[in-house]
């Protein structure tokens, strides 16, 4: 029987990884991912884990060392937060590029400088084209389930990608919530061994990590992008499997009260479930309203997207995230430009908040509605707004 | 399948290659012929982890490759890590009983750049981790592979791309970091310097650096015709000169004893190592007298060190 506990998402991320029973576990502390590998290196000290604990000198070896793990055939877990997604930037291309199955959780952290140890997307947006798969969750129950489902879905045979788990940095990592705990024998039901098909064996030599000239690169590159829009059918497959096992079902796209609603807020992560009070609370005064709660950030859900917004006559996108002299928020112009060609489409209101841990309240979001409905229908000069920014 | 074996004087060398012929290394490259004799000394029973470097370039352009033993490279800055996670993975799978017991030693190599420079912190961590693993430096004195230019491991007076002797400058201002002793300041089981000038002596170092439990660092001084600008028969006669002058001491440091075999009476002059060498030849006397004293004082410093263990 699964058991229902208060945890605090950091030590749930934690615990999935140790019922998904890794092998080799390589981190170095950051705020505000901390709890993590505390978590799983106190396992490892009391037994509870039987695995390599590698306290290593930077996140850059951090995912390095997971890289070589993996290459012989290791279940492999890593967590960093902002700056230290950031140091490891040109290893997280390698991972994805050589197909070798890491799964890391990031609680999501702003950049330097000023510094900040405090939440926002910042780093999950830099790290958006590096060929991960990439999740987000709205709370603890979710960073559990994530996490090991991420092990499904990467060391797929038919995938074998790494995968990013991102949680909001102290709003999620910090946060205690119940967490329903399944049996050891349903997550194995879930989770086969991993067997990955390359392994570096001197009874069969391979080479691993050959450099490509010009007559090869593109085509390389061009696999990469195939396996990682093909992976959409595995983790669609793999939330079904979920869902089927342990009752509750996750999709790429997430509708939360979208039947007929004219207006669409979009969010993703954490702060999705305070903007759905500010949905409930707006229903009930009999506004037409819905929201989108984004999971699947890589590969994009093109489809699934499309098909939430296209009744909607307004769609406001909230980001945590600047993209510097650009068209506001990332996902804002990422939706932007998955509905670009559609006939039908929703206007897109772009709205950047809840930078370097800035709060955002239900009442935030009941105004960024407001406004944005008032922006679709008069027009802005401006790209985007910045929510609760002080004169 | 019986091993063959070829023999040298009193050495038996295996017949086999793991490193395949059709590389594109240069001509005369003294660092390919000490990466194959260090693939002969360490067997079939390894994985390689390579830095971005010569030697990655030159033996392992898609769709081919010159290796015979299974190989990763991942990065330039990040060999050791790489290295770290093969050598835990291979452990724990084994502990776990997912993989068969056996030995198998991951080694990793890389240049001097990926080494004392972008890659020091990895390896460092490694070190201090004690991983079971064999770090073999290729040393050719500047980043050759990206077109000559200096590396902290790069001779004072040597001319190179980025630190060029012109009317103010005489090349590279600095001394050769030394890279071995802050090996040695890890307390690692074993260093060792070597040259492909000595094969068999290269050869035993490696094949002890593979045996020895916890991390090892062979220190695999390679001659480089190319930057070094000396002519291409010449990497041998080179890497003998530098050991006889006392440029590169070649030594052993066995859980911190020091083993050398080095008679400072018998020691050439510098000049002799310098000479053929077109990346020196801007030097006057008096700078080759600075290196000569600055020789001298290694030597004895080492010679100290020697006494003192």
Known sequence: ?391 | MKEKFIKFGKNLVTAEEFLAEGHSFCTGCGEALALRLACKALGRNVIIANATGCIEVCTSPLPVTSWRVPWIHTLFENVAATASGIEAGLKILMRKGKMPERDIKCVAVAGDGGTSDIGVQALSGAFERNHDFLYLCFDNEAYMNTGIQRSSATPYGASTTTAPAGKLSIGQTTWKKNMPEIAVAHNIPYVATACPSYPFDLMNKVKKGGEVKGPAYVHIFSPCPTGWRHAIDLAIEIGRLAVETGIFPLYEVENGRYKLNVDRSKLRPVGEYLKPQGRFRHLLEGEIETIQEHVNELIASILLTYYNT
């Open chain 1, 1 to 391: 029987m699964s058991k229902r506990v208060g945890l605090e998402a950091s030590h749930a991320a934690a615990e999935a990884a140790r019922m998904a029973d890794v092998d080799v576990i390589a981190a170095y502390p950051i705020t505000p991912q901390t709890h993590i590998p505390e978590r799983l290196a106190e396992m490892v000290a009391d037994g509870e884990l039987n695995a390599a604990y590698i306290p290593v000198e930077s996140e850059h070896s951090a995912l390095s060392t997971c890289l070589g793990a993996a290459a012989v055939g290791a279940r492999t877990f890593t967590a960093t937060a902002g700056p230290g997604l950031e140091y490891m930037h040109n290893v997280l291309y390698v991972a994805s590029s050589m197909r070798l199955p890491v799964v890391m959780t990031v609680a999501n952290r702003a950049l330097s400088a000023p510094l900040s140890i405090w939440g926002d997307h910042s780093d999950a947006m830099g790290s958006r084209d590096t060929g991960w798969i990439q999740v987000f969750c709205q709370n603890s129950q979710e960073a559990f389930d994530m996490t090991f489902w991420a092990f499904r879905v990467g060391e797929d045979p038919g995938v074998l990608l790494p995968v990013m788990v991102h949680f909001d940095g102290f709003h999620l990592t910090h946060v205690t919530e119940p967490v329903i705990l399944p049996e050891q024998e349903e997550v194995d039901k879930f989770l086969p061994q991993f067997h990955y098909p390359f392994t570096l064996d001197p009874d069969k030599p391979m080479t691993l990590g050959a450099f490509a000239p010009p007559d090869i690169y593109p085509e390389a590159k061009m696999a990469q992008d195939v396996a990682l829009r093909k992976s959409k059918d595995v983790i669609i497959q793999g939330f079904k499997e979920f869902g089927d096992i342990f009752r509750r079902y996750y999709h790429p796209v997430e509708p939360y009260k979208t039947k007929g609603a004219k207006t669409l807020l979009l969010t993703m992560g954490s702060f999705s479930e305070t903007a759905k009070i500010a949905i409930d609370t707006k229903k009930n005064k009999g506004e037409s309203i819905g929201l989108i709660n984004l999971r699947l950030w890589r590969p994009f859900p093109f489809e699934e997207l499309r098909q939430a917004a296209k009744d909607a006559e307004i769609l406001v996108v909230f980001d945590r995230c600047i993209s510097f002299g650009g068209p506001g928020g990332p996902v804002s112009s990422e939706i932007r430009s998955a509905l670009y060609n559609e006939k039908k489409k929703p206007r897109v209101v772009s709205f950047v908040g809840g930078l370097g841990g800035r709060d955002m309240l239900v009442k935030d979001f009941e105004y960024i509605i407001d406004q944005g409905r008032e922006i679709a229908e008069k027009g802005s000069k401006e790209l985007f707004e910045i929510v609760g920014i002080r004169g």
